[in-house]
């Protein structure tokens, strides 16, 4: 399988969305070895809608690289590597606007990526964000620019969970019979935050994987202009 060490790029935009969820509920979902990493109790999940720029292998000209919009659902985890506790993100499910990443994900980059259409509206100080997959996943946000802090959130405040995801850059993807990695490397991090006007998500209202009352919104955050590079990891 051909894969590419090293990825430098660009993420435009970049907003997470988080939701609180009943351990056992995630103790279930999750295949091992991955385990909920918990937030006074709770674990933390959610989706990432991701714009990428200038996309390509680390050492070719920015003009050779593509651009893409991007979702991934995902769950905060630990597990044991070699007799050490590491942390990231599971990533049970990726959608792409880009054919090329639908083809590629798997062999060329990590992960099966769903091939979905997007449709953004964006201003200085509104975003409003959504997809459908090809086997109708779905997601839609409506949220602007804010510096109320969510008091029901379980994070004390912006810093702590701006490191909670610095610090789970790892994620984890679903392949046959294993996972394939792939770590973020940013060079400039920094989350804003952001008030959810509406938002509706296929994949967290379904009551068969959380049943009703397991999941509540917790906070949404924003990144801009962030120069990056993800970078392939072992399966494991």
């Known amino acids: 399988m051909i894969r590419i060490p ?11 969305i988080n939701y609180q969820v009943d351990k056992k509920v995630l103790e ?6 991955f385990s909920p990493k918990l937030v006074k109790g709770k674990g933390i999940a959610g989706i990432c809608l991701i714009r990428l720029k200038e996309i390509r292998p680390k050492g070719l000209p920015k003009y050779l690289g593509i651009s893409s919009e991007n979702g991934a659902h995902r769950i905060a985890v630990e597990w044991i590597e ?7 993100v599971y ?13 590629a994900g798997g062999t060329i980059f990590p992960g099966i990526h769903h091939l979905a259409n997007f449709t953004v509206k964006e201003s200085n100080s509104n975003y409003e964000i959504g997809f459908v997959s090809e086997d109708k996943t779905s997601l839609s946000i409506k949220a602007k620019k804010t510096n109320t802090w969510n008091n029901e959130s379980l994070f004390d405040n912006l810093e702590s969970v ?9 994620g984890y993807s ?29 994949f967290f209202e379904n009551e068969n994987i959380f049943p009703k009352g397991s999941v509540k919104f917790d906070n949404a955050l924003l ?5 990056h590079e993800w970078i392939s990891l072992n399966k494991i």
Do not use: C, Q
């Open 6 to 16: 090293k990825i430098k790029g660009i993420i435009d935009r970049r907003v997470l």
């Open 28 to 33: 279930t979902y999750l295949p091992k070895p």
């Open 82 to 88: 070699n007799g050490e506790k590491k942390e990231g």
């Open 91 to 103: 990533i049970p499910r990726r959608d792409t606007s880009s054919k090329l990443n639908s083809l």
């Open 162 to 170: 701006s490191d909670f995801f610095k610090n789970g850059a790892i």
């Open 174 to 202: 679903p392949h046959k019979n294993n996972f394939e990695g792939l770590e973020l490397k940013t060079y400039n991090w920094k989350v804003s935050l952001l008030e959810v006007v509406h938002i509706k998500s296929s």
């Open 223 to 227: 990144m801009k202009n962030i120069d």
